[in-house]
C-alpha cells in the first residue's frame, strides 16, 4: 500500500465525500429538504430535534440493520477471538484515530495535552507496533478524546440540528461537519487505494461496534430507544466540548427519558 500526498485532481472531493463526508452531506441535504416541512417540525417532541419523525424513520432502517446483521457478527466475533487479539485490534485503531486528538487539541489550546498526545502517538506507533501495544500508558502519558466537533462547539459554534443518518448514524449539523474535518486528520485518509480506505473504514466501524456490546442491554430495556439514544448521544457530547463542566441538571436528562424503561426479560 502506497501513501501519497492528496494533490492529484480530484483528491479532495474523493476523501471529502468518499467517507466522513457522506454523513454531513446527507445531514445537509436532510435540513434543506426538511427546512420547510412545518408539519414534520410540529411533530418533533424535542427542539433539539426539529426532524424527529423521519429521524425515527431512519433509526429505525438502522435498528434493523443492526438487529439483523451487525450485533450478531459483533458477537460472533467477541466470542470467537481471544481478548488479546481484540485489545490489540481496538489498541490499533484507537492509535490510528489519535492525530485527531492531538490536532483539535493545540486548535483548543491545550498544549500540553497535545504535547502528550503527540509523545502517545509516537511511542505507540513505533514500540507499540503501529499501536497494537500501548507502551505509552505504562509510562504514564494519559489518553484524550477531542475532535473537530468539540473544537467548534469550544469556539462558540452552536450544536444545530440532531439527525439520525441513514446507514451511519446520530450526529448533529456541527459534529457532521467536523467528522469532514476529523477525516482529513487520520492517516487511513492519505492511502491512494479507494478500496483500503474503505476497508479500514469499515473495520474501524466494526470495532467500535465490538465495543459497544455491553451497552445493548441497557439500551434495550428503555421504553423509548430512539429518545433514549438520542439524550445520551447530545449529553455525551456536551459533556465532551466542556471538559465534564456540565450543570447537573442537564445530566439527569437520560435517566428522565428513561424512566419508562421495561425490566430485562429473562
Given at each position: 500500500m502506497k501513501l501519497t500526498k492528496m494533490s492529484?485532481?480530484?483528491?479532495?472531493?474523493t476523501r471529502a465525500f468518499g467517507n466522513a463526508g457522506i454523513r454531513v452531506i446527507v445531514s445537509c441535504a436532510m435540513f434543506v429538504v426538511l427546512a420547510g416541512c412545518a408539519t414534520t417540525t410540529a411533530l418533533a417532541s424535542d427542539p433539539r430535534d426539529p426532524f424527529e419523525p423521519l429521524n425515527r424513520v431512519s433509526y429505525a432502517v438502522n435498528d434493523g440493520i443492526d438487529r439483523a446483521v451487525l450485533r450478531p457478527a459483533a458477537r460472533a466475533y467477541h466470542w470467537v477471538t481471544p481478548h488479546f487479539v481484540q485489545k490489540g485490534v481496538s489498541n490499533a485503531f484507537a492509535n490510528a484515530k489519535y492525530p485527531v486528538t492531538l490536532v483539535n487539541n493545540a486548535l483548543q489550546g491545550k498544549f500540553?495535552?497535545?504535547?502528550n498526545d503527540t509523545g502517545r502517538f509516537v511511542l505507540n506507533s513505533t514500540l507499540g507496533l503501529c499501536g497494537i501495544f500501548d507502551p505509552a500508558s505504562d509510562v504514564g502519558l494519559g489518553v484524550n478524546d477531542?475532535?473537530?466537533?468539540?473544537?467548534?462547539?469550544?469556539?462558540?459554534?452552536?450544536?444545530?440540528?440532531y439527525f439520525v443518518v441513514p446507514f451511519f448514524g446520530p450526529t448533529t449539523l456541527r459534529d457532521g461537519i467536523g467528522s469532514v474535518a476529523d477525516d482529513f486528520t487520520e492517516p487511513r485518509s492519505y492511502f491512494e487505494d479507494d478500496s483500503t480506505r474503505w476497508t479500514l473504514w469499515t473495520a474501524g466501524n466494526f470495532e467500535r461496534r465490538v465495543r459497544l456490546l455491553d451497552s445493548d442491554a441497557v439500551i434495550?430495556?428503555?421504553?423509548?430507544?430512539?429518545?433514549?439514544?438520542?439524550?445520551?448521544?447530545?449529553?455525551?457530547r456536551e459533556y465532551q466540548v466542556r471538559d465534564g463542566n456540565v450543570p447537573a441538571e442537564n445530566l439527569e436528562d437520560a435517566m428522565l427519558e428513561s424512566e419508562d424503561a421495561e425490566p430485562l426479560k429473562p
Open positions: 492529484q485532481p480530484g483528491d479532495f472531493a500540553g495535552a497535545a504535547l477531542e475532535d473537530f466537533g468539540q473544537t467548534f462547539g469550544k469556539w462558540g459554534v452552536g450544536t444545530g440540528p434495550d430495556r428503555a421504553g423509548d430507544r430512539y429518545a433514549f439514544l438520542r439524550s445520551v448521544y447530545l449529553q455525551r
